[in-house]
């Protein structure tokens, strides 16, 4: 009798080491998602247009856009072309990040087929700060972004923006172009 | 001789306890593709759902949900220069009876032609944090999730200008940790 309670009581101890054991072995869920790149489906190009200068990267994505002020108001025309390379539209904004004119009234203006729309600064943080609707780009096509310039003469202005652009049915996935305007005066 | 058997009596109900303590004290689950043993007994607490932005497009190819729903895969497209958001790439949801704790943790990207990689989890229009794989440690603890919760998973990735294909491709690892 004493020894069946024994075996008993080795039988649960024994059962006790093993589950400890099987316990402390973790097994993780483990997601293996990869990152790579192509070439982009809207390119950035220099427009050629006098009293602008767009500097496209090597990636024809970020771009440094320098503007030089003669003063009073100036509509420098087309400054980037946007390329659309793709066999479908389509569609960008562009978004104001940071910068200020410095008392400076200068206004960035996005054309389109599908109108014109504006960030507009005044002396300070701009009063619109995106575009506030999509812009469609054919495909094969392009579309420019204009620039014009008010009252300038004022100290050089920085400002840090970038092109959103995405596919016309899929707003919510979209690449975002880092474009910087910079206003100089003569 | 009577002592004998009271002995040994408490040997047995020392063993239970130390058993039943034991089960308790250790009960979290993790969730993998070599989980096979796990997932046989018990479904799946914590399930990844494919995004509404999982579909084909020109940044989400491939989109695969794991056969036990505890993991899944894609090929993300990004292009030089620029940064990439997927808004709705993939979704965690509760789909147990209970609450409970969920982590995710990964591995650190360090391709220099990398600038960010981040997954951002939200609980509607709440952020819950990132899960940065630009640091040394990425982990992101996302509290409890309540009985029926959806998370929503957004993807934010950028690469250097003239990054290409082959010096700015690399492999995400991301894992999941449920508790009780």
């Not at chain 1, 072995?25 to 200068?53: L, N, Y």
């Not at chain 2, 308790?24 to 096979?36: E, I, K, L, M, N």
């Amino acid at each position: 009798m004493n020894l069946r309670l024994s075996l008993i009581a080795l039988f649960f101890l024994l059962l006790l080491i093993v589950g400890s054991a099987l316990a402390a072995i973790t097994v993780f869920s483990v997601s293996s998602p990869t990152v790579t790149v192509s070439a982009p489906f809207v390119r950035i190009e220099d427009a050629g247009t006098s009293g602008c200068v767009t500097t496209p990267g090597l990636s024809a994505t970020r771009s440094s856009l320098i503007v030089t002020s003669t003063g009073g108001t100036n509509d420098y025309g087309q400054c980037i072309i946007l390329r659309n390379t793709a066999s479908t539209a389509r569609m960008f904004k562009v978004r104001y990040i940071s910068g200020t004119n410095e008392g400076r009234f200068n206004d960035v203006q996005v054309k389109s087929d599908g109108g014109t729309q504006h960030m507009k600064w005044s002396g300070g943080p701009p009063t619109v700060t995106e575009t506030d609707s999509w812009q469609t780009i054919a495909a094969g096509g392009t579309t420019s972004i204009n620039v014009r310039e008010r009252i300038g003469g004022g100290p050089a202005s920085v400002i840090t923006s970038e092109i959103i652009v995405a596919r016309s049915n899929l707003p919510n996935v979209y690449a975002l172009y880092p474009l910087t305007i910079t206003f100089t005066a003569t | 001789m009577n002592g004998t058997p009271r002995v040994a009596v408490g040997w047995v109900l020392a063993a239970l306890i130390l058993s039943a303590s034991v089960v308790v004290a250790t009960r979290t689950f993790s969730y993998g593709s070599s989980s096979s043993s796990v997932s046989g007994t018990v479904a799946p607490y914590i399930q990844f759902v494919a995004g509404a932005d999982s579909a084909a497009s020109d940044h989400v190819s491939a989109f695969a949900i794991g056969t036990n729903r505890t993991t899944f895969s894609a090929t993300l497209i990004g292009f030089g220069g620029a940064k990439v958001v997927v808004t709705d790439l993939v979704n965690l949801s509760n789909v147990h009876a209970a609450a409970h704790a969920v982590t995710l943790t990964g591995t650190q990207v360090t391709n220099e032609k990398i600038t960010n990689l981040s997954l951002e989890v939200f609980n509607g229009g709440t952020s819950l944090g990132y899960l940065d794989f630009m640091s040394a440690a990425p982990s992101r603890s996302l509290g409890s999730m309540a009985v029926g919760a959806v998370y929503t998973v957004r993807l934010v990735w950028a690469c250097a200008d003239g990054a290409t294909s082959s010096d700015a491709t690399a492999t995400m690892t991301v894992r999941m940790v449920v508790s009780p």
